[in-house]
């Protein structure tokens, strides 16, 4: 069961309202790498979760992360808390609370729309998706996923902080911030307390392609790393080894049943190419100056796209 506790895990000290900076802020409380994204990520986890030290941490995290969310919330709310006010009691000549929610990012749908309460919207207003959880119902790979979510959530704050002069603000931001750390060590901690973690899953991966890497890229910029050169990889740089890596021709084929196999035949002989024709289309009878080659004449081009506009002027 939830309980709630009327403290906010940290005080919220907001020096004057700003709906700008609230609508940036939203990005933590509605957006993908924001704090309702995380609680519902370690929520569905955790109830999934067979490990009981996993469930513990999970919903330990969880309910942590609705407690950021709060505190997130409860800074937006305050630092749109003049806006509400005025335009709720239309305080304000129509001019002025005009200029006051339109003062920046999403400020004026916050207003508008949400009366200035925290909204689940990221900070350009986009509504906050269960698309944010990626919950997969497998220990190591969603483990990784969470490592991966809080380094997110970290960097996120630490632009957030970077944009705010307001003292109050940075100090609850920068407490958010540190706890992203914290549990992205725990994840880290819990990932690792599992003996034989990679790769996830539990069927092994098959050894000849295992250690295989393949320069798909070529050219000036090719770079050899450990990711890449060494003694735990077999490199192709011969990329007609690449395809197929099996040794098979590297066709696709399916087998289909005789009726099935006609139609498919019908199909392709209907919408057969002649590669002989040379048929009059469209574009050569329409051809105008600049149209290159046609059947039969060269209607010529534009030497640049400067050369294009002056000689569309000319026309
Ligand atoms: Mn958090
Ligand atoms: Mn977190």
């Not at 409860?74 to 808390?81: F, G, H, P, T």
């Not at 901690?189 to 890229?217: C, D, H, T, W």
Request: aromatic share 6%; proline share 4%.
């Amino acid at each position: 069961m939830f309980m709630h506790n009327k403290r906010l895990q940290y005080t919220v000290r907001v020096a004057e309202p700003n709906p700008a900076l609230a609508s940036l802020l939203l990005e933590q409380f509605g957006g993908p790498d924001g704090e309702l994204a995380a609680a519902m990520r370690y929520f569905t986890q955790g109830l999934g979760e067979l490990d009981p030290g996993r469930k513990d941490l999970l919903l330990d995290i969880a309910t942590e992360e609705l407690s950021h969310l709060e505190v997130i919330g409860s800074i937006v709310a305050m630092l749109n808390q003049g806006v509400k006010a005025q335009l709720s009691e239309a305080a304000m000549e129509e001019a002025d609370l005009y200029m006051a929610i339109n003062s920046g990012g999403n400020s004026h749908t916050q207003s508008l729309l949400y009366g200035g309460g925290p909204a689940l919207t990221n900070s350009s207003g986009v509504p906050w998706t269960a698309a944010y959880v990626d919950t997969k119902g497998d220990p190591t790979c969603d483990l990784r996923s969470n490592i991966a979510a809080e380094s997110r959530a970290k960097v996120v704050y630490e632009r957030l902080i970077n944009i705010t002069d307001d003292p109050g603000i940075k100090e609850a931001l920068g407490f958010l911030m540190t706890r992203e750390i914290a549990h992205q060590k725990s994840f880290e901690k819990a990932l690792y307390a599992i003996e034989n973690n990679f790769p996830s899953g539990k069927l092994p991966g098959i050894e000849r392609f295992a250690n295989v890497y393949v320069n798909s890229s070529q050219g000036d910029g090719d770079v050899e790393g450990p990711w890449n050169s060494g003694d735990q990889w077999d490199r192709i740089d011969d990329l007609d080894k690449a395809a197929a890596m099996d040794g098979g021709d590297g066709t696709a084929a399916v087998k289909l049943d005789k009726a099935t196999k006609t139609v498919a035949d019908n199909l392709a002989t209907r919408t057969a190419s002649d590669t002989g024709a040379d048929p009059q289309t469209g574009a050569d009878l329409g051809a105008g100056p600049g149209a290159g080659l046609v059947s039969g004449d060269d209607k010529g081009g534009a030497k640049d796209i400067k050369d294009a506009a002056k000689m569309a002027d000319a026309m």
